[in-house]
C-alpha cells in the first residue's frame, strides 16, 4: 500500500460541517466551541478531526487533577472519507497540530459510542488510556431514533416525554441508553504518570446491528461537493 501524504491546517466552520454531516454517522456539528482540524491525505480534503475546547471541559477534568479549561479538551468528532492513512495515524497527527497550538493542554478525553457498535480501537491502536464505561444517558426514542436531550434541544423541541409524544411523534419515550467507552489521552509524560492507574484492559470489539452505520454514510473521493482547497 502507498504511503499516504498527510498535511494538516486548520479547516473553515463550513468545511468541518460538510465532513460532519456527510462523513459521520451522527450528522450533526457540535454546538459547543471547538477546534476544527482539517485532514487533507495526498492533495485532497479527506475529512476533519474536531476538538471541544470550551469552558466546561474544565469540569471534566477535576476527577485527572486538572482545574483549568485550558488543560483537558474532548475529541468530538473524526468525519473521515475515503482514505489510505490509519485513523489513529491521522488522529495523532491532529493532537500535535493541536497541541503547537494549545502548549497548556495536558489532556484529551474522547468517548466510544457503544450504541453504534463502537469499542474504541482507533484510540486503542493510538495508545490511549481506557479506563471504563460512562453512565448510561437518559435519551429519548423519537421516530425511530436515539436521540440526546442536547439535540433535542437544538431541534427546538422541549425535553419532555409527555411533549413530544403530543408535538412531534406519539410514540416518543424516554429510554436510558447504555454507557460509553472512556479514553484519555495525556499529552505529557507527568500527565501520563498521574492516570496511570485508571488504566483498565480495552475492550474488545462486539459485533452489533449498527456496527456499519459510519462506513456506509462515507461518500468516496469522487464526491464533487467535497471541500477540495489544500493547506
Not at 465532513?19 to 466551541?33: D, G, I, L, T
Not at 436521540?147 to 408535538?167: C, D, F, K, M, Y
Not at 472512556?182 to 470489539?205: E, F, H, N, T
Request: contains cysteine; hydrophobic residues 35%.
Amino acid at each position: 500500500m502507498a504511503k499516504a501524504d498527510l498535511r494538516i491546517d486548520w479547516a473553515t466552520h463550513a468545511a468541518a460541517k460538510y465532513a460532519v454531516e456527510n462523513w459521520h454517522y451522527s450528522q450533526m456539528m457540535p454546538k459547543s466551541k471547538l477546534s476544527k482540524v482539517g485532514v487533507w491525505e495526498n492533495g485532497e480534503f479527506i475529512g476533519v478531526v474536531i476538538f471541544g475546547v470550551g469552558g466546561g471541559n474544565s469540569t471534566r477534568g477535576d476527577k485527572y487533577g486538572l482545574r483549568k479549561a485550558g488543560d483537558v479538551c474532548e475529541l468530538v468528532r473524526v468525519a473521515l472519507r475515503d482514505h489510505v492513512a490509519p485513523v489513529s495515524q491521522i488522529v495523532a497527527v491532529a493532537l500535535r497540530f493541536l497541541r503547537k497550538s494549545n502548549p497548556k493542554l495536558r489532556l484529551v478525553i474522547s468517548f466510544a459510542d457503544t450504541v453504534q457498535g463502537h469499542h474504541g480501537g482507533i484510540y486503542q491502536a493510538g495508545n490511549w488510556i481506557y479506563t471504563g464505561l460512562t453512565e448510561g444517558d437518559r435519551e429519548f426514542h423519537v421516530k425511530g431514533e436515539i436521540i440526546h436531550p442536547r439535540t433535542i434541544h437544538i431541534r427546538g423541541w422541549r425535553q419532555v416525554e409527555s411533549w413530544l409524544r403530543e408535538n412531534v411523534d406519539p410514540d416518543a419515550r424516554l429510554v436510558k441508553t447504555p454507557g460509553k467507552h472512556r479514553y484519555l489521552m495525556p499529552l505529557d509524560a507527568a500527565m501520563r504518570v498521574q492516570i496511570q492507574s485508571l488504566s483498565k484492559p480495552y475492550p474488545k470489539r462486539v459485533k452489533q446491528a449498527m456496527a456499519g452505520v459510519q462506513p456506509e454514510q462515507r461518500r468516496g473521493s469522487t464526491d464533487p461537493h467535497a471541500p477540495h482547497c489544500q493547506p
